[in-house]
């Protein structure tokens, strides 16, 4: 199981290093600074100008300092952990309806969108690997299928970013809207929850009360804390930098900032989460952009994971609904054209119906001796 570090909760930790003066100073400076141009200096009036000012301050020499003193505070208050056991179970959908078939192999792997070439080199492989062991039957041939899938399938770095312990982790979540964003934000924080970790939510998503409301939901059902916009179509990345100044505010673990999935013109695009991360810069480097895909959408799912990772620096994929389809190809497909990791899955609507990404549990559902939907 991965192991991640995690902030010292306890005693041990309510050790705070105190400010530099010269820290102190600068956010005077900076307080003053806002105040100058006419602008509120407090995070909850922040909009667009507020964060222009506030990036033009920070960015000027010498003024490093609150990034450094927050590295200082967490540096000794971590501790290695891991997140609870969560199994992909039977959420993955099985190749085959009967036996393995060397003969069908190839179109079968096709229908599940592995690609053609792919598909022809498993069952190349499939066949040179049965002749040379002498596997025959049925579930000799499953378990060799198992492992070659495995073997294309792990990534060495298919772990969430979240052990250089440098707190709070911030991940920033962006997709088109339907594919599971939010929903998948509300299962991984309820998921690091239960491993004790405190979470702060942030509705960037300001153009749609309704993934607010629904992110406040699921930031109740995870006991986590929520930062919502003050008014619809607020500036996202105001949300983003009120999200994460809690969260370094309340000590916090990771900070995890839901973002609008519209699909505008790629430039509007990249313009919006440009700006939410240079907001989150500010304060904090981001640990993950986390790209959330929608496996039932079959081919469509490439052309949207290719339209965000030209605008957006993506570290690793969410395929959702992995459930809903025997599509599930689309994984291997995804990782190897975008050569981005598959970190997480959805495989079905229940909190604890996602997991960490793992290649062998993945491949042993495709290969599975069950009826195939």
Known sequence: MFKFLKRLRGSQSETVINEP?????????????????????????????????VEEIALAPGNSALAETVEEKTAAQVVEVE????????????????AVELEDLEEILIRADFGLD??????????????????STDAELRLLLKDQLTKRLTREDSALNLSTGKLPYVFLVVGVNGAGKTTTIGKLSRWLRDGDWSVVLGAADTFRAAAVDQLETWAKRAEAKIVRPEKEGQDPASV???TVELAIKEDADIAIIDTAGRLQNK??????LGKIRRAIEKQAQISEVLLVIDATTGQNAMAQAKAFTEVADVTGIVLTKLDGTAKGGILYSLQKELDIP??????????????????EEFAKGLVAHKKAN
């Open 21 to 53: 003066e010269a820290l102190q100073e600068d956010q005077a400076l900076d307080v003053q600074a806002l105040e100058v141009q006419g602008q509120s200096a407090h995070p909850e009036d922040a909009q667009a100008p507020v964060l222009e000012i």
């Open 118 to 135: 792919t598909a022809i080199e498993v069952t190349e492989d499939l066949r040179s690997a049965a002749n040379k062991a002498g596997a």
């Open 342 to 359: 598959i970190k997480l899955v959805g495989v079905g609507e229940g909190v604890n119906d996602f997991a960490f990404f793992s290649a």
């Open 240 to 242: 983003a930098y009120q």
């Open 83 to 98: 997140l609870p056991k969560r199994d992909l179970g039977d959420g993955i959908r099985s190749l085959f309806g009967s």
């Open 267 to 272: 430039k509007d695009l990249m313009d919006e």
